[in-house]
């Protein structure tokens, strides 16, 4: 008969720090495991979200259509997209008004006439550009934390705010000319497949550095976001699991102050969302139109022509709508992020503690 070994913890811990590699802490997890948590994250918020959008788009035309030649932002939580209308009609994200009552009656029109596919318009080029960038930036905040948490033992209640300002930063950079391409190709009607050909037309026109246009827009609305995000989120995770008692990868406790956090970073950076969204529009109408970029006014001249031609006001435009896509959009990802983390941090103990049973 074989009997059940009990193993002392602290020969468990040694087990898992051979089997994670050498100084490794017990309850971390490898790079590859944090991609694929991250990666699950971003597929479950674009699958949730971007159904949210489409319908949001389609009320929004119903009140005011969207004249011919024009572009509008649309956004599915993870990524935002440039949308062009060609007689009021654009065929990916947007299509003609319908006869809207509300929300749920959008839903319920839009499936039973386009069927329910129609809900994930546009989900296919998020899931190829901004799933990877979501990648990148989750697992270089998580390195990056626990670097600086080690390393600078005086600033550890700081280590998110810079880890998340710095790998906001980092990913942000990478994927500007990804952007900005896309953008181009959208508004050409260009494919995929003629991708190489959109950059070398970019940069023999303009130069390596149009590539990056725009780029300081997006750095202003989405560094401070995320250094915000971050540094809410990791103290309202400790306070709210100390005062309701609960633990601190709990799904409850992660996806609520995964929601505040995200409410309280975006309520506070929507000025630059806004320029950001403005700079976007123009950007698109000038390349359906085949005119060259001019070169782009700075955020702050942007700022002052907005409060000029709508008041302070202009500067929180879509204030609920930001609030209500990003609330749930965050909520989603940090929650089925942390949940992927504990699966490994568990699976990692179970795969140390049966190599040890197993004996040489």
């Known amino acids: 008969m074989h009997r059940d070994i009990l193993v002392p913890a602290h020969l468990i811990e040694t087990s898992e720090m051979t089997f994670l590699g050498p100084g490794s802490d017990p309850n971390r997890i490898t790079p590859i495991q944090q991609m694929i948590a991250s990666c699950s994250g ?3 918020t674009s699958l949730f979200v971007t159904p949210l959008d489409v319908v949001k788009i389609r009320l929004q035309a119903q009140k005011h259509p969207f004249p011919k030649g024009k572009c509008f932002v649309y956004c599915n939580g993870l990524m935002d ?75 550890s209640e700081q280590a998110p705010l810079l880890a998340g300002a710095i790998a906001r930063l980092g990913s942000a950079t990478v994927i500007s000319p990804l952007e900005l391409i896309r953008t181009k190709m959208q508004a050409q009607k260009q494919s995929y497949g003629q991708l190489s050909e959109c950059v070398r037309s970019a940069v023999h026109n303009e130069g390596w550095l149009s590539l990056w246009r725009g780029l300081g827009p997006t750095l202003l609305r989405d560094v401070p976001f995320s250094a915000l995000y971050w540094y809410n989120y990791e103290w309202g995770k400790r306070w709210l699991s100390t005062r309701c008692n609960w633990g601190e990868s709990s799904f409850l406790v992660t996806f609520t102050v995964g929601a505040l956090s995200g409410s309280v970073a975006a309520v506070l950076t929507l000025p630059f969302d806004v320029v950001k969204t403005r700079r976007q529009v123009e950007l698109g109408e000038l390349q359906i139109m085949n005119l060259p970029a001019k070169v782009s006014p700075t955020t702050y001249h942007v700022m002052k022509r907005i409060v000029t031609e709508n008041g302070v006001k202009g500067l929180f435009a879509g204030f609920l709508p930001r609030l209500i896509k990003v609330a749930p959009a965050c909520a989603i990802m940090i929650s089925t992020y942390e949940y992927g983390k504990a699966f490994f ?16």
């Open 42 to 44: 971003a597929i479950l």
């Open 81 to 155: 997209h440039i949308c062009v209308c060609e007689n009021g009609n654009s065929k990916a994200w947007y299509k003609a008004p319908g006869h809207f009552t509300g929300t749920l009656d959008a839903f319920m029109k839009i499936i039973r006439r386009e069927g329910l596919r129609s809900l994930w318009s546009g989900l296919p080029p998020t899931l190829v550009m901004a799933v990877p960038a979501t990648v990148i930036y989750f697992t270089c905040y998580d390195q990056l934390c626990a670097a600086l948490r080690a390393n600078v033992g005086g600033l």
């Open 345 to 360: 941090r568990q699976h990692n103990r179970e795969r140390a503690a049966a190599l040890l049973r197993a004996g040489p």
